[in-house]
């Protein structure tokens, strides 16, 4: 399974932008998937979750400027950010977890600049 993460840039503080993570397989099939982010010398964190049921989760700080979608049809989960902040710096990484406690995968991060 291959979850390739794309769409980041440097873009000025309250630009947007929207990640993109295209998965290898039906997306159906995981139990949630996630936008992570992790800034240097910082710990890994939670953006945003999207359950299988269409439930939705924010990290605090993407609230009310970050949506989470996904197209099941086009195996692809999207991150659209707004009005971005510098400490919105990061890669992002995007994240699906297996049912039946099987583990996650990971795709390979996406560079988000942030300048000021």
């Known amino acids: 399974v291959q979850l390739q993460a794309s769409g980041g840039g440097l873009v000025q503080a309250g630009g947007s932008l929207r990640l993109s993570c295209a998965a290898s397989v039906n997306i159906f099939s995981f139990n949630s998937m996630s936008w992570f982010r992790q800034a240097p010398g910082k710990q890994r964190e939670m953006v945003a979750t999207?359950?299988?049921?269409?439930?939705?989760n924010y990290a605090d700080s993407a609230k009310g400027r970050f949506t989470i979608s996904r197209d099941n049809a086009e195996n692809t989960l999207y991150l659209q950010m707004n009005s971005l902040k510098a400490e919105d710096t990061a890669v992002y990484l995007c994240?699906?977890?297996?049912?039946?406690?099987?583990?996650?995968?990971w795709g390979q991060g996406t560079q988000v600049t942030v300048s000021s």
């Open positions: 999207i359950q299988r049921t269409g439930n939705i």
């Open positions: 994240n699906a977890v297996r049912p039946y406690a099987m583990g996650a995968y």
